[in-house]
């Protein structure tokens, strides 16, 4: 990892660590005041555990033009965009995607053109819905592997992290305090339950915490409608097309809605926001993989919508190659964050336990 991003942000927190005003804002004081010296393992911890909400920053009497300078939201945000880079596996692709609007969209715009070679040469006969365009088979062929790469590309990305951070054997308790913090977006509330401070320096708002739900929430709910429409099809022997009203259809389409108005006001919320307070050099990649995301969500929308019409082919391609794209890239954009957040998450509990 970069050395110059570490000891800014040792820098920092050092200084934090003396003042304790900001200490009950959000998880990561408490895990900084249990130190006084900060490992570069410290320093990773603390930079995934921060949530970004800049209340510590707009709260802070040593911001500039104070000598001291401090803007521990961006210390941190730097040390965490770099730590991505680094575990990321292969790590190349970590590098050249995190930071980069443009290669994502060139990635999804490859994946696009898969499905539309793969539409024309494995075209099914005589199949019904989806089928008829292309084949069960050819799409358990192209999505298989691009669900587990990612999956496996995560765990060693999470293994690299777990020894960085010198964490633990993990136990029950520990999961299930991260899950619990992760389901309410607890530290994103604020230190006085407000919420934080991502738009305006004076204005306390739930908008960020709320639009963040509804992309945890909407892409659970696609994942479960995929995975109840998978054990419909091998183990009831009961294969798509689904009704309106059955599992894998009220799934998709609640979590479709949740996807495209949370990452909408994602985007709104970080167009408006301070991009000095963030890793400004990220900031394109983020935008570009948080629209991404939105896209999957809108064109299952509107491919359902399509159902029956002439335009469902060419939808069914243009969806079926935004989800390529998304699973692919999975490991080395903003939606890697998820999972470290987890794993910190994680790891402070342990640290509250003891270990």
Known sequence: MQTDLLQEARRQAEICNACRYCEGYCSVFPALQADRAFSDGDLTQLA???????????????????????NLPQAL???????????????????????????IVLATILGFALLFWAARALAAAGGEGFYAVLSHNAMVAIFLP?????????????????????????????????????ADMRNLKGGHGDGCNFEDEDRFTHARRYAHQAIMYGFLLCFASTSVGTL??????MPAPYGLFSAPKVLGLSGGVLLVLGCSKM?????????????????????AFTGLLGFVGLSGLLLYAASGTGWMPGLLVIHLGAVLAFFLLTPFTKMAHGFYRMAAL????????GG
């Not at 692709?93 to 290669?103: P, T, V």
């Not at 419909?232 to 022997?237: A, E, G, Q, S, V």
């Not at 985007?267 to 935008?287: M, P, Q, Y």
């Open 267 to 287: 985007v709104w919320l970080k167009l408006r926001s301070d991009k000095s307070l963030g890793a400004t050099n990220a900031f394109g990649g983020e935008i």
């Open 346 to 353: 994680v790891r402070d509990a342990q640290r509250r336990e």
């Open 232 to 237: 419909m099809h091998y183990l009831l022997n």
């Open 146 to 182: 691009a669900f587990l790469f990612p999956l496996f590309s995560i765990a060693i990305g999470l293994r690299r992290y777990w020894q960085t951070v010198g964490g633990a054997p993990v136990r029950l308790s520990h999961l299930s305090g991260a899950i619990a913090s992760i």
């Open 77 to 103: 945000a730097d040390v965490r965009q770099d730590s991505w880079e680094e575990f990321a596996f292969p790590r190349a692709a970590g590098k050249a995607f995190q930071k980069n609007g443009l290669a």
């Open 48 to 70: 995934n555990l921060c949530h970004n909400c800049r209340g510590c920053y707009y709260a802070c009497q040593y911001t500039a033009p104070h000598e001291f300078e401090l």
